[in-house]
């Protein structure tokens, strides 16, 4: 069969079994370009089961693009909470802010005034102008490059910029005339329910009879992509640190800085050991594990003006991230009930973090003004009602509801 009858079995059977069969998912209710826009960014490196509530909500909360730019960031994150790759939302905010101010809140139908948006790049524009507009537009995500990488053997590396700009190139010759949305959106079930990455279902797929990759015994070789490198390792010290008096049933949270991983959210005070000390989280003498309790003691003193204590180890975990991979342990710390330097509380000091119990009666002192404040800084005592409306990165959610139930 010539290459161009090929091209035409492929979407004329693609797009029959996709109006056949496809998932009814809450986006594709109607058209509304600022809901595929939602959509779209939510799905980036997530999977539809876990995004169809987060999207329910957010739709509630922020119906229509002047109300997501309006909306308090804050507020936003907190809705966003769980999701990861929390970028995602600030740059979708910062787009419905530049929609409204610019467009009057209403997603323009213009390729380059949406590709222009913070946060959109070429997958997301070619999704909303498809989709939304049904603009004869490519839109290339992984799930794409597989399937069109089987199904025309194609053997260049998919992690390449070059292979996609080919394959978004290939994927605009296919798109059939007026049924640009259903086509991408049924590229994408495609390589999301039959075409998946290692077990691909050749049977039930509408365009094995010409699958090139299937015909050559090579669907599950490609497509060839290279590695990426694995995250590097960070390893840190966290403290979940206990109020006491008008903090009591408290703990002592910090607000992340306004740019970078993880911009503006709340965690747990935590520092990055030296790589010279990374063994002390898997194995650390009494000594070694006291030196560590005493940097997190005086980071936190630095930070805040609180002396604080750790007592004892709560629990180890891990988060990765795209580039990442935080090892962390988290200790069980306090004020002490008494905020004097007796020679009681000196020497259950200086048993955790390594002082005489002469040194440690002269360095427990706090600034009295600062254990009363609720706010230090970035710091702030929180209570567990407080969980509902800051933002926190998943790991320091799950820690903190382990440690309050």
């Not at 509530?53 to 109300?67: C, E, G, I």
Request: hydrophobic share 40%.
């Amino acid at each position: 069969m010539e290459q161009e009858a090929i091209k035409t079995f492929f979407s004329t059977e693609l797009l029959g079994w996709y109006r056949l069969i496809k998932r009814d998912l809450p986006w594709r209710k109607n058209r509304d370009p600022y809901r595929v826009w939602v959509s779209e960014i939510m799905l980036q490196q997530t999977r539809v089961d876990t995004v169809i509530p987060y999207y329910n909500q957010f739709m509630d909360k922020f119906p229509s693009v002047t109300a997501l730019a309006n909306a308090p960031e804050t507020e936003v994150l907190k809705s966003w909470e769980g999701l990861g790759y929390y970028s995602r939302a600030r740059n979708l905010q910062a787009g419905a802010k530049e929609v409204a101010q610019r467009y009057g809140g209403i997603v323009p139908d213009d390729k380059a005034a949406v590709a222009g948006l913070k946060g959109v790049g070429p997958y997301t524009s070619g999704a909303i102008m498809s989709i939304a507009f049904n603009r004869p537009e490519p839109a290339v995500d992984g799930n794409v490059m597989r399937v069109l990488s089987r199904y025309f053997c194609l053997e260049d590396d998919i992690a390449k910029p070059s292979t996609r700009i080919g394959i978004e190139k290939l994927a605009a010759s296919l798109i059939p005339e007026g049924a640009a949305g259903d086509f991408n959106q049924a590229l994408m079930e495609l390589g999301a329910l039959v075409c998946t990455p290692k077990s691909p279902s050749c049977l039930p797929c509408p365009v094995m009879e010409h699958c090139a990759a299937r015909l050559s015994g090579r669907e599950t070789e490609l497509p060839i992509k290279t590695k990426a490198k694995p995250p590097r390792a960070e390893f840190r010290a966290a403290a979940i640190v206990a109020g006491s008096g008008e903090h009591a049933d408290k703990v002592l949270v910090r607000q992340r800085p306004a740019t970078g991983l993880l911009a503006q959210m709340w965690e747990l005070p935590h520092l990055e050991l030296p790589k010279d000390k990374a063994e002390w989280l898997s194995e650390a003498s009494p000594k070694e594990q006291g030196e560590l309790a005493e940097m997190i003691s005086r980071m936190v003193e630095t930070d805040t003006g609180l002396l604080i204590r750790p007592r004892s180890w709560f629990t180890d975990a891990d988060h990765i991230f795209s580039h990442i991979h935080w090892k962390m342990r988290f200790y069980l710390a306090d004020l002490g009930e008494e905020r004097s330097a007796s020679e009681d509380v000196a020497a259950a000091a200086s048993s955790l973090i390594g002082l005489t119990a002469a040194e440690a009666a002269s360095a427990y002192k706090v600034d009295s003004q600062a254990e009363e404040a609720e706010v230090i800084g970035t710091y702030r005592w929180i209570s567990k009602s407080d969980m509902e409306t800051l933002p926190f990165p998943n790991l320091f959610l799950r820690i903190l509801k382990q440690y309050w139930e």
